[in-house]
């Protein structure tokens, strides 16, 4: 019998320039969201150099301006908006790396979404070979959004790295849009490698010969050419981390593929006899506990597959969706990890730039820039209440500086008031998200 191997294909070099296209749902019962949508998707795209907006209902319109502002309000046609989309891409307008976010509330009853998918694979096939990468998120609020439709556009469309958001759940429009879009902003794209011999990134999904790094490759072979470096896998043995994260993309596909109605009760049988031949290699260590602990979640989320009793396309939307809410926060756990990191770099290099001056120098010079920063918000927000209210909870909860606070509204698009809507709503949310994403001045 052969030996499988896996190999954590690690980062490379980042790529700075990506075009995103926003695919949004304007049909008449979004009215409710459409505020709170336009506001965070407005903030969303401030920034970006290459950036469309294509609004349908029961027609489907690429605007001239990205910003979102009047809606379109009638009936709901999907699939208007993706063939949209192709003619956008066609068109020699985007840049080859394309990032795609796809909002709606829900399917129209004659909409021809399902009718349109043979067609849409074979054209993102075609641009796939063509090298271009794509990274496809939907964000889905209401009850009548197809999570089904949602796994098919992402096996479609999706290139980038297995381990993304399959579904992201809109369940308090103030809050949500801009959380789930700036977690989709920290995202970054990687220049694709060449792996020979063809590798799979699951048990069950196809070989390739491309793939973009942060992914473990699997194979049968001992020896495998990377980017024009030989390896040597019985060298390289198998990690914790490695079939950590090689479990959790395993999960994604199945994920995926179960919620198209696919049963995947023999891959998953199949993946769960290579796992074992894996684990039985690996050498776990003392301070491998939890990555221990969450292996063996994915597992028996993976032995519930593979008992064929789970048909995710069944569920109701709801349902689905929060169960793929609980096993996303397993999969992409380190993604969300190095989103806080990212976030606590950025200020600590803004904090440090002065090394020359004294550490309370350095706290003044930013709280004065602070109070600058919120002056100005103040006057374009007239709203005197909201200031002191800022500036009280900032004291209570023991964040050192105003700096801190405004400096959450620059980096990361918040609006003042979406803060004071985020912390009425959820405070401890709140104060655990300024302690993760900020580095305290003293």
């Known amino acids: 019998m052969t030996t499988p191997y896996i190999y954590w294909l690690k980062e490379s070099a980042q790529i700075q320039e990506y075009s995103v296209v926003g695919i949004i749902d304007g049909s008449g019962s979004m009215c409710e969201a459409?505020?709170?949508?336009?506001?965070?998707?407005?903030?969303?795209?401030?920034?970006?150099?290459?950036?469309?907006?294509?609004?349908?209902?029961?027609?489907?319109?690429?605007?001239?301006?990205?910003?979102?502002?009047?809606?379109?309000?009638?009936?709901?046609?999907?699939?208007?908006?993706?063939?949209?989309?192709?003619?956008?891409?066609?068109?020699?307008?985007?840049?080859?790396?394309?990032?795609?976010?796809?909002?709606?509330?829900?399917?129209?009853?004659?909409?021809?979404?399902?009718?349109?998918?043979?067609?849409?694979?074979?054209?993102?096939?075609?641009?796939?070979?063509?090298?271009?990468?794509?990274?496809?998120?939907?964000?889905?609020?209401?009850?009548?959004?197809?999570?089904?439709?949602?796994?098919?556009?992402?096996?479609?469309?999706?290139?980038?790295?297995?381990?993304?958001?399959?579904?992201?759940?809109?369940?308090?429009?103030?809050?949500?849009?801009?959380?789930?879009?700036?977690?989709?902003?920290?995202?970054?794209?990687?220049?694709?490698?060449?792996?020979?011999?063809?590798?799979?990134?699951?048990?069950?999904?196809?070989?390739?010969?491309?793939?973009?790094?942060?992914?473990?490759?699997?194979?049968?072979?001992?020896?495998?050419?990377?980017?024009?470096?030989?390896?040597?896998?019985?060298?390289?043995?198998?990690?914790?981390?490695?079939?950590?994260?090689?479990?959790?993309?395993?999960?994604?596909?199945?994920?995926?593929?179960?919620?198209?109605?696919?049963?995947?009760?023999?891959?998953?049988?199949?993946?769960?006899?290579?796992?074992?031949?894996?684990?039985s290699r690996v050498t776990f260590k003392e301070d491998d506990d939890e990555i221990k602990k969450f292996i063996d979640q994915n597992i028996q989320k993976i032995e519930e597959f593979a008992t064929g009793n789970l048909n995710l396309k069944e569920f109701q939307p709801l349902q689905a969706a929060k169960f793929m809410h609980d096993v996303q926060d397993l999969i992409i756990r380190d993604k969300k990890k190095m989103q806080r990191i990212k976030r606590k770099s950025v200020v600590h290099a803004q904090l440090t730039m002065h090394p020359q001056q004294p550490k309370q120098q350095v706290k003044d010079y930013y709280k004065e820039l602070a109070l600058k920063r919120l002056e100005q918000y103040e006057k374009q927000l007239n709203n005197q209440e909201l200031y002191e209210d800022l500036k009280e909870f900032a004291k209570q909860n023991k964040v050192k500086t105003l700096d801190q606070i405004v400096y959450l509204t620059k980096t990361h698009d918040f609006q003042l008031k979406n803060i004071k809507e985020f912390i009425q709503t959820d405070e401890d949310t709140a104060i655990d998200m300024i302690d993760l994403f900020l580095i305290s001045l003293d």
Not at 64 to 86: A, D, H, V, W, Y
Not at 227 to 256: C, H, S, W, Y
Request: with cysteine; hydrophobic share 35%; net charge negative.
């Open 34 to 279: 459409w505020n709170d949508l336009c506001k965070a998707w407005n903030y969303f795209v401030s920034g970006f150099k290459s950036v469309y907006c294509i609004q349908y209902d029961d027609t489907a319109t690429l605007q001239e301006s990205p910003q979102l502002t009047t809606q379109k309000g009638e009936g709901t046609n999907i699939e208007l908006g993706f063939r949209e989309l192709m003619k956008l891409i066609k068109s020699g307008n985007l840049l080859q790396n394309i990032l795609i976010i796809f909002i709606t509330d829900g399917i129209g009853e004659h909409d021809g979404i399902e009718q349109y998918f043979e067609e849409m694979n074979k054209e993102f096939e075609q641009l796939h070979s063509q090298g271009y990468q794509f990274k496809f998120h939907t964000l889905a609020l209401g009850e009548e959004f197809s999570h089904s439709v949602a796994a098919e556009l992402k096996m479609i469309i999706h290139n980038s790295g297995i381990l993304s958001s399959q579904i992201d759940l809109i369940q308090n429009t103030k809050i949500d849009f801009t959380k789930v879009l700036q977690d989709i902003k920290d995202e970054v794209f990687y220049q694709m490698i060449r792996v020979d011999p063809q590798c799979q990134l699951t048990t069950f999904t196809g070989p390739v010969h491309r793939v973009t790094p942060n992914q473990v490759l699997f194979t049968n072979s001992n020896s495998i050419r990377v980017g024009g470096k030989q390896i040597n896998l019985d060298k390289e043995g198998v990690t914790p981390e490695a079939l950590d994260r090689f479990i959790r993309q395993i999960m994604t596909k199945l994920m995926e593929y179960n919620s198209i109605g696919k049963d995947v009760k023999q891959e998953a049988i199949q993946a769960l006899q290579i796992i074992e031949k894996l684990k």
